[in-house]
């Protein structure tokens, strides 16, 4: 994948195209950004580019020897270090050390969650990015990029992957997936601008059936059809599923949608029509406010270790009753 193929992160990709352009790759360029922004991506079109031996300018040409090596995962000149198990250890830099002093081609070492090497592996490529040798790489990706040693950070070309913009996502799933606007536009503010939780939720063959669920939930909480020992019974089922806080979050997204229909009367891409009218008949801006207010607070609580989900549940599912049993009609 070239870097004509990924979207966004215009800073990341006019420095890296600029640097391919001028022969001026950074031997040590750090990519930092949470689980799922496209770290990984932006790491291996950097690799097959500086690889390519036929580089069109700035990008890697897809086309020769090198392309399709690195395209088939079997390029003699890339290295690729995975933490093993839970560690990033000494032994894995050790095994490629004599490969990376080789003289020749250019070589690429992509490590991946680096911040998850041991001190022995950190002090072992800390040695090797104090003297690098020519043409040798190396491509750090991390999620805590804080984690890592100072004295490494330092030696790194440092870029920070961003957010994409509703616009990019809806270019990224219309061209991976074939996805409407309006649903790709709805995966963004699900996946809060993270293409690679997108593109995974766009492949989940329960998505529609949980916004769905979350649909009538957040609806039937509204109008208060729950009697306390029913909600009690939903807090215990709740409670057991795995994909609590991403469900939560849909729950937040009906309301706000139903908030902004109430308040300026546009429609968002997860209320129809028909539902936006029935939403304001059951609940006033004010609780549905009210009720952001408390389902936030309910992730946070959740996002904490210790924390009981069902009682925390309870007690805002009863409070998020309270508040719309207050509403008119
Ligand atoms: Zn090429």
């Not at 195209?17 to 950074?26: D, F, P, Y």
């Not at 992957?161 to 061209?175: A, D, N, S």
């Not at 308040?263 to 304001?280: I, M, V």
């Amino acid at each position: 994948m070239g870097f004509k193929d990924l979207i966004g992160q215009a800073e990341l990709r006019r420095a890296l195209e600029g640097a391919l352009r001028t022969g001026a790759v950074s031997h040590a360029v750090l990519i930092s950004g949470p689980p799922g922004s496209g770290k990984k991506s932006w790491g291996l079109a950097l690799a097959e580019a500086v690889l390519c031996m036929e580089r069109e300018g700035r990008d890697s040409c897809g086309r020769c020897l090198s392309c399709r090596q690195f395209r088939a995962g079997c390029h003699p000149d890339f290295f690729h270090l995975r933490p093993e198990g839970r560690r990033l250890g000494i032994d894995q830099i050790r095994r490629l050390r004599g490969r990376f002093f080789l003289e020749g081609d250019s070589r690429v070492c992509l490590i991946e969650e680096a911040e998850l090497m041991t001190a022995e592996a950190s002090a072992s490529l800390l040695k090797i990015l104090e003297e690098p040798p020519p043409r040798l790489y190396f491509i750090l990706l991390s999620g805590r990029p804080r984690q890592l040693p100072r004295t490494i950070v330092s030696r790194c070309q440092r870029f920070t992957l961003r957010p994409l913009t509703g616009e990019e996502m809806v270019e990224l799933l219309r061209q991976r997936q074939g996805l409407s606007p309006e649903k790709a536009l709805l995966l963004s503010r699900l996946s809060k601008g993270l293409p690679g939780v997108a593109l995974e939720l766009a492949e989940d063959p329960l998505f529609e059936k949980r916004i769905a669920e979350a649909s009538k939930l957040a609806y039937s909480l509204a109008a208060c059809s729950q009697t306390p020992r029913e909600l009690l019974f939903l807090a215990e089922s709740l409670s057991e599923r795995e994909d609590l806080s991403f469900f939560l979050e849909l729950l937040c997204l009906f309301y706000r949608d139903a908030l902004i229909y109430l308040l300026c009367g546009s429609r968002a891409p997860l209320l129809q029509p028909s539902a936006a009218e029935r939403w304001a008949g059951v609940a006033s801006a004010a609780a549905l406010e009210e009720a952001l207010a408390l389902l936030q607070k309910l992730l946070q609580e959740l996002g904490e270790t210790n924390v009981n989900r069902r009682l925390a549940l309870e007690g805002t599912l009863l409070q998020l009753k309270r508040r719309f049993a207050s509403c008119p009609g």
